[in-house]
């Protein structure tokens, strides 16, 4: 008995070690929320078209049923970080062929018109969420944030904050890959 | 002197009465929004993570403050509205986190560190007493022990 417990101040470092060894992971968020929706069907919601704007609204009807999975994209003019995303969002529309819908957030629908008139419309439907109830249905805590969904209307996976920089390029690419919406490319 | 007392009264009373609940958020029936208050106490924001909601005052809190009340005023119960909110932020957003296996661990450590401590401090009391009761000497060891000290006392060194 004596001898067992001699172990034991190795035993106590050991765990320990192993908790801050886990805490000082760089790559672990702390601040990271865990999605409930994920690998669950998308919430029922129906959202006007921006007015002011010709592209049609968005219902959840319109996620599913295509022969991808596609990306639900929240944004809001007012939110900086959306406009270094948009040029990784239109990249992968205009290079890659992933079809994109958004979400456009608690913005007057004047400002998201003249926004997306300035940097160009990679959009194919937008929703007004104007009083952001339906940013409540996806759990969402704030812009930007994107969403993959699968063909049958699973939410396959979330990413929250703008994708730009390397790293989080790789890192929705990834996701995108392997949800099936982006061929796996060699280069 | 007026004049700067009224400001100085100023100064230190706003910030007193200053708090996220705006008054266009608020319920006409008071017992409605008490009851809100006190849900909203439990609810955790998602932007500023150690925060409730009815402290806090970035966009999404106040975004489910008003959800609260709107699901207050539809006739939801306490617990109704909680399971709402729950089911669309997890288990993060309440702040006293459920009792279920995946959080066995959070709720048991406190209890299981507490008996651990306290088993070893009690051995190390027990273990203590033991050493106090030694055996008492014999006639003999009495014997020697005395002439010891008489020897010392006298200061003969052998």
Redesign the interface.
Known sequence: MKRILAFAPLVIAVIFGGFFLWGLNPNRDP?E????LIEQPA?EFELAAVEGLETPGLSRADLTGHDRPIVLNVFASWCVPCRAEHTVLTNLVERDGIRLFGINY?DKPKDAVRWLANLGNPYERIGSDL???I????????VPESFIIGTDGTVLFRYVGPVVGDEAIAKFREALTQAGALEERNS | MHRLLVPLVFMILLPLSAQAVEPDEMLADPVLEERARVISKDLRCVVCQNQDIDSSNAGVARDLRLLVRERLLEGDSNNQVMAYIQARYGDYVLLKPPFKPSTYALWGTPIALTLIALLFGLNIVMRGRRKSALPELTEAEERQVAKFIDNEKSGDPS
């Open positions: 601040s929320i865990p999605s409930v919430p608690k009083n952001g109830r940013g409540i249905e996806w759990g969402i805590s704030g």
